[in-house]
């Protein structure tokens, strides 16, 4: 594809996601582009969210400054797992401090009619064109691709807007299950054709976000997600890109989870990184998992809970990342200061 060379080393992220030995740890942060930035704050003045993210000069400027700012070891194109749904027609806008809303929520199977197939050329152009400008300017920075996994994109058309409990969702699930998973596998296979998409256009890696899995129960999850989760992974093992699978509040799912067959596991701040890898095995890479809390905590803290979580994780197959997005009243100065802080303690004597 964009790379030059195949005999070019992979990318750090690439080959740490790989379960390769390392040099040192790479670290990027979910949400790592946003309001957590002045910069960012600045060229979003006036402009909707989904907007920009269909302006690929403004969607690679925010992809970039995270990585100009802290260094990271990726960048994460700037978009929302909501953007492919606009993309096939869906009414959705993004509300700031509340999140996606949907005009017309899905509440029966005549509704399921709106989600045509996903065509990533004519639907969203502006997505692969942000791709080749970012990469472009990344050079050996790689860059991370993401989409919404089925349930979780399922409970926001649903619900209609953010939920805690996605009680609406979790109910259609109940009372009609081929309906709900007729509505899941729609949209495993837009999440498909946006992901594919993504890589051919130059992104390395790519996470799955399952954020509001948590809210389920072990059992359902198996029943009603993890077949459809599973067949989204395999669809897209052909990509040859690592594959990330994230979810929040999920400690209970994680080997459930795991079972969809990715490349490597988020892990939220609530479960140790060691429970995650005996839970887990060698075989799979894991992500995360600072508490998002800790750099608004001083730096005092920030440096004991980071040499904390490094000691206790595990040597191969680890990126280091928070537990969850960056909270936008972190001071970006504390995030700098962390990436150097990993470097530093990972840095391997050669
Ligand atoms: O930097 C990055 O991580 C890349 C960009 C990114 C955004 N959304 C930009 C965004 C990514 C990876 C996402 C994924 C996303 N979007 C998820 C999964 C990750 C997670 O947090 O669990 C979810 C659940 C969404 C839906 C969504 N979009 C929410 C809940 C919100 C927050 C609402 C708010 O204002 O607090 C959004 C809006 C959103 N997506 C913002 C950004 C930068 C904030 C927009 C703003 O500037 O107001």
């Known amino acids: ?91 959705v806008e993004i509300k700031s401090g509340v999140g996606p809303v949907i005009a017309e929520p899905f509440r029966r199977a005549s509704d399921l009619e709106r989600l045509r197939p996903l065509e990533p050329d004519a639907d969203l152009p502006e997505v692969a064109e942000a791709i080749r400008i970012i990469t472009a300017e990344l050079g050996e920075t790689p860059l991370i691709g993401f989409a919404g996994a089925p349930f979780t994109l399922a409970s926001y058309l649903v619900e209609g807007r953010p939920s805690k409990s996605q009680e609406l969702a979790r109910a259609m699930q109940l009372e009609e299950p081929a309906l709900f998973r007729d509505l ?74 795991a079972e969809a067959g990715s490349d490597a596991m988020g892990v939220d701040w609530r479960t140790p990184l060691s429970e995650a890898r005996q839970r887990l095995g060698e075989g799979v890479a894991l992500q995360g998992n600072l508490d998002p809390t800790v750099p608004l905590a001083g730096s005092e803290v920030l440096e004991r809970e980071t040499r904390a979580l490094l000691a206790a994780a595990p040597e191969r197959g680890h990126v280091f990342n928070l537990g969850h997005g960056v909270l936008p009243s972190t001071d970006p100065a504390m995030l700098t200061e962390l990436v150097g802080l990993v470097h530093d303690i990972t840095e391997k004597q050669s």
């Open 1 to 91: 594809m964009n790379r030059p060379e195949t005999t070019d080393p992979a990318p750090l992220l690439v080959r740490a996601l790989r379960r390769e030995e390392v040099e040192r740890k790479p670290v990027w942060f979910m949400r790592q582009a946003g309001r957590s930035l002045p910069e960012y704050r600045e060229l979003r003045e006036g402009i909707p969210m989904l907007e920009m993210c269909r302006t690929p000069d403004l969607c690679a400027e925010v992809t970039l400054q995270p990585v100009r700012r802290h260094g990271v070891d990726a960048g994460i194109l700037f978009s929302d797992i909501v953007t492919p749904l606009e993309g096939v027609g869906i009414d």
């Open 184 to 257: 899941l596998e729609r949209l495993a296979d837009i999440a498909i054709a946006s992901l594919k998409a993504q890589v051919e256009a130059g992104v390395q890696a790519v996470q799955v976000f399952d954020s509001w899995a948590g809210s389920l129960s072990e059992a359902t999850y198996r029943e009603a997600v993890l077949p459809v989760s599973r067949r989204l992974f395999a669809e897209i093992e052909e990509l040859g890109v690592p594959r990330i699978h994230f979810a929040v509040n999920a400690g209970h799912l994680m080997e459930a989870m």
